[in-house]
């Protein structure tokens, strides 16, 4: 696609594009529903993963022609570009066939709209080292025309750390979900980590906290769909159905491995980032796995 790359600017005090600001207004006043479940990221800490791992729990069962029909981005729908259509003046999330409805979003605590709080709506943090993530976000932004230009690695690197990145600062958006995890207790924070270490495991918190029983079999089936390579060839996960990605860049299941970035780093950009870590960090309880 031959687009120019936009352009970041500071939007309210987060480094944001117009793609996800355009529409401020309109989702700020967004209608969330009670049984909404809101599948809140960093760009690429895993809400790929974990919608999926919600959609088989939920629909698996019962809805089993989505899954070879819709692309994940229609079946859990991204806040940000979704709500509402503003050129039908529908919302998607409406049309979905679905309770609950499942969306998704990556935007720093202090933008969600104020239905979802009031209407106490279940949400799923998921979090990712901020290594791995940013060398996910590397890949993902040399690939997408969407995304700003990335620039070469060690450019892109002290642009995360300064914060310039789609979303804000990394720092800033795993520290205000924490934060509040501390005062609305319908909120389950994890980590790509730990579902990389023990999906079987992590699936378990997640239906204990949504209230769901599944039966052993289904279990297993949604941890044989959900796994790296079963994600990966599957078109309706993978991305290949999006146009702004191109595939011969990179991948959108790329790696899905906890410390690759020891692939990227070098002993001196480690030290640095290491460094930055810890004074940013420093106050904060919240603690991430390099390796497992
Ligand atoms: N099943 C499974 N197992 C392991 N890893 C997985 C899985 N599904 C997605 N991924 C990895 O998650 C990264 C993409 O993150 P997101 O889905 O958050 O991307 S996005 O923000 O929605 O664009 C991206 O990480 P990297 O491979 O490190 O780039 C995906 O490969």
Not at 187 to 205: C, N, P, Q, S, V
Not at 226 to 243: L, R
Request: aromatic fraction near 16%; glycine fraction near 4%; charge should be negative.
């Amino acid at each position: 696609m031959d687009l120019p790359r936009p352009k970041l600017f500071d939007f309210h005090g987060v480094s944001m594009i117009t793609y996800f600001t355009d529409n401020w207004e309109a989702i700020q006043n967004f209608q969330a529903r009670p049984d909404d479940i809101l599948i809140a990221t960093y760009p690429k800490a895993g809400t790929t993963w974990v919608s999926y791992i919600l959609e088989l729990l939920y629909f698996g069962q019962t809805s089993p022609e989505r899954q070879t029909t819709m692309p994940i981005y229609e079946r859990v729908p991204f806040l940000e570009l979704t709500f509402p259509n503003m050129d039908s003046g529908t919302d998607l999330a409406d049309q979905l066939p679905t309770t609950p409805r499942l969306i998704k979003t990556h935007y720093p605590v202090q933008f969600v709209p104020k239905s979802f709080w009031e209407q106490n709506c279940r949400m799923i943090y998921v979090g990712r080292n901020a290594k791995d993530n940013l060398v996910s976000f590397f890949h993902f932004d040399r690939m997408t025309v969407a995304q700003p230009e990335p620039g070469d690695w060690n450019s892109y690197l002290q642009r995360f750390l300064e914060g310039k990145m789609v979303f804000g600062s990394w720092y800033d958006h795993v520290n205000g979900w924490w934060k509040k995890k501390q005062t609305y207790s319908k909120l389950h924070y994890m980590f790509y980590e730990d579902l990389a270490e023990d999906t079987g495991r992590e699936i378990d918190k997640l239906c204990s906290f949504l209230g769901l029983s599944p039966s052993a079999e289904e279990k297993t089936r949604v941890m044989s769909g959900v796994t790296f390579d079963n994600m990966k060839n599957n078109a309706m996960t993978n991305y290949s159905t999006d146009p702004s990605m191109d595939f011969k860049i990179s991948s959108f299941m790329r790696k899905g491995k906890v410390g690759d970035w020891k692939n990227h780093f070098t002993v001196a950009q480690n030290e640095e980032f290491d460094e930055d870590y810890k004074s940013k960090m420093k106050d904060q309880t919240l603690q991430f796995r390099t390796e497992i």
